[in-house]
């Protein structure tokens, strides 16, 4: 997990802002990006991923983006809710079969 | 389609002793993979389980070590258990090819004393 890192530990959002979560990684060969969320007593739960020949993919209120040029990720939560409260990852691929995972960023929704 | 299940959720063992964790994949998935979480380490791979052959390994001492079956369950097993491994052991499970998805299962609560 030492080449895939998180910018904060924590962050807290007022509920229906949107969340940003930035990861940075420093390998560049890592072709394939994973966010995770995890939440108290379970295992982490796959949110979206993105391929390194993209640079944006949406989903349900999420979305990712992929700036290959200064090796950073993030994770954008859209009108966040108290259930988006959670422990949050993004994991690299280096098409190794292996995923590396940061240090993760605890997100707490406010009422 | 069910998701990965983990046997058994919590178990408590004593120095010394060795452990078997069982992990099932979703069906259809041939890769099975074992992460150990911990408050100070976070997620660390330990290894990857493809038809039975193990094409990863990561950096933990050999007492860690792990198998695949035919029907692409996989166990994992301590030996000589360490306070220091003292965990959440996860498994992932997912269908193998180079840079794919992987879901994870609830995990099981290791504690040594």
């Known amino acids: 997990g030492e080449s895939v890192g998180l910018h904060l530990p924590t962050l807290s959002v007022q509920e229906g802002d949107n969340s940003i979560i930035n990861c940075a990684y420093s390998?560049?060969?890592?072709?394939?990006f994973i966010w995770y969320k995890q939440e108290s007593g379970k295992g982490p739960q796959f949110i979206i991923d993105?391929?390194?020949?993209?640079d944006k993919r949406q989903g349900q209120r999420v979305t990712v983006l992929l700036n290959k040029t200064v090796k950073h990720l993030s994770l954008q939560i859209a009108a966040t809710q108290p259930g988006d409260s959670a422990v949050y990852f993004c994991?690299?691929?280096?098409?190794?079969?292996?995923?590396?995972f940061g240090a993760g960023t605890t997100v707490t929704v406010r009422a | 389609k069910a998701g990965v299940t983990q046997t058994p959720r919590y178990l408590i063992k004593t120095r010394g002793q060795q452990v078997t964790l069982s992990c099932s994949p979703i069906?259809?998935?041939?890769?099975v993979s074992w992460y150990q979480q911990t408050p100070g380490q976070g997620l660390q791979f330990l290894f990857e389980?493809?038809?039975?052959?193990?094409?990863n390994k990561g950096n933990f001492p050999g007492r860690f070590s792990g198998r695949q079956f035919s029907n692409s369950r996989s166990e994992m097993n301590v030996s000589t258990l360490e306070l220091g491994d003292s965990a959440l052991y996860l498994c992932?499970?997912?269908?193998?090819?180079?840079?794919?998805?992987?879901?994870f299962g609830p995990g099981t609560r290791l504690t040594v004393t």
């Open positions: 992932a499970s997912g269908d193998g090819t180079s840079g794919y998805e992987q879901y």
């Open positions: 994991a690299e691929n280096m098409n190794d079969y292996k995923l590396s």
């Open positions: 993105i391929r390194s020949n993209m």
């Open positions: 390998n560049s060969a890592s072709d394939y």
């Open positions: 069906s259809g998935h041939r890769s």
């Open positions: 389980y493809f038809s039975e052959t193990q094409r």
